[in-house]
């Protein structure tokens, strides 16, 4: 998901574009203001004339109903629209409100995420259980309430979209909450209590260090029992920070998983009192922007380059195996050890090499260049329909 102001047009299509070409299938954007609405086919147009085809999806709280409303070709730019049913509206208009957007995303046959947040639970309907754990004695805990209603709430959503005239196979589902054990215990319920397609994800996950091993934590267990058929990790970004580290986390965890190949693994030695140079270390940073910055090309051009394997080591214990097992991988000296670095290419040696830190990456990546040009068969231009 974005973080730019929407009605920034420039930095907005920016944004989106770069998570695009860092390997995000959907991009989500908030839909707050009137500025924020009427943005948003420019936003569209510039992508499309790029070549970035990526899913533009519309978040929504509170004013959904009337924005779409209001702004028809708002609509009609968005892929799909994400709705809280939390937080369309009180009382007797709540049900109205999300009526008028499932309305407006049926004249459409756009797709609608259903998003329950346990931060934003329809009030009403959690002091209704409440009071009814109070009345009869239920003995459950606060948390345990929260976890009911999200899944009340969920179910209860995709009747009334339903009835609304959504299709079953237009309406996503999501529960996010905060904490781990908690979104595995509320996804395993709400995945047997339901049919529908499901969004995975901390609601914050954190900074850091926090946020990628609460989530992974969490979305491995998930996806391992074959729950989940989206995923975001939540990353609350440092000032100023990339916001494509979402989407490489995301893209980790499902390549760690083994469910899908996104990029070219790169495996890096952890360093230890043998490896007290810091080249190693520069080189696999260097070796892992170095891809993800070619990955965009290559796999226009190259069938199969995402299962690349690379080994960026640091001493002679691991070094030669790991580089032995890679595509391509190097091995630099260790403490005490002969100052040059053997490289191995699909088992054997090809090469050794010396020199300053620069001269080492410069060689090295044009190693892992020549590999893929030729290794990889090239991908054949569509040709035109006559």
Request: proline fraction near 5%.
């Amino acid at each position: 998901m974005t973080n730019t102001d929407t009605a920034d047009i420039d930095s907005t299509y920016q944004q989106v574009r770069e998570l695009a070409e860092a390997g995000s299938e959907l991009v989500r954007i908030t839909v707050n203001t009137a500025e924020a609405a009427a943005a948003v086919p420019e936003i569209k147009r510039r992508l499309e004339d790029v070549g970035c085809l990526a899913p533009l999806i519309g978040d929504f709280h509170y004013n959904g109903h009337v924005l779409l409303a209001q702004f028809p070709e708002c609509a009609v730019a968005l892929d799909k629209f994400r709705i809280n049913p939390g937080n369309v509206g009180h009382g007797d208009r709540r049900d109205d409100n999300f009526a008028t957007i499932c309305g407006i995303a049926v004249e459409l046959d756009t797709p609608v995420r259903i998003g329950v947040n346990g931060g934003s639970l329809n009030q009403d309907l959690v002091m209704e259980k409440m009071r009814q754990n109070t009345d009869q004695g239920l003995g459950k805990s606060s948390e345990e309430i929260l976890d009911d209603c999200m899944i009340l709430s969920a179910v209860q959503s995709t009747e009334l979209a339903l009835e609304c005239g959504l299709r079953r196979d237009q309406i996503i589902l999501s529960c996010k909450v905060s904490r781990p054990r908690d979104l595995i215990a509320v996804y395993r319920r709400l995945a047997s209590e339901s049919e529908q397609p499901l969004h995975l994800g901390l609601t914050e996950a954190g900074m850091g260090m926090k946020g990628l091993v609460w989530s992974a934590a969490a979305m491995a267990v998930l996806l391992e029992e074959g729950i989940g058929d989206t995923i975001r990790i939540s990353l609350t970004p440092r000032p100023g920070a990339d916001r494509r580290e979402e989407v490489y986390a995301c893209l980790e965890l499902l390549q760690a998983l083994g469910l899908r190949r996104f990029a070219p693994s790169i495996t890096a030695c952890p360093g230890c009192g043998r490896t007290t140079s810091t080249t190693f270390q520069e080189l696999a940073q260097r070796v892992q922007e170095y891809v993800r910055e070619r990955m965009p090309q290559w796999k226009e051009r190259f069938e199969g380059v995402e299962t690349m394997t690379v080994a960026v080591m640091g001493c002679v214990v691991n070094g030669p195996g790991e580089s032995k097992a890679a595509n391509i991988g190097i091995s630099l000296p260790g403490t005490g050890e002969a100052p040059h670095c053997p490289v191995y290419v699909d088992g054997r040696q090809m090469t050794s090499l010396q020199g300053t830190y620069s001269e080492l990456s410069e060689a090295f990546r044009e190693i892992i260049e020549d590999y893929v040009e030729t290794s990889y068969s090239p991908i054949e231009p569509a040709s035109a329909e006559s």
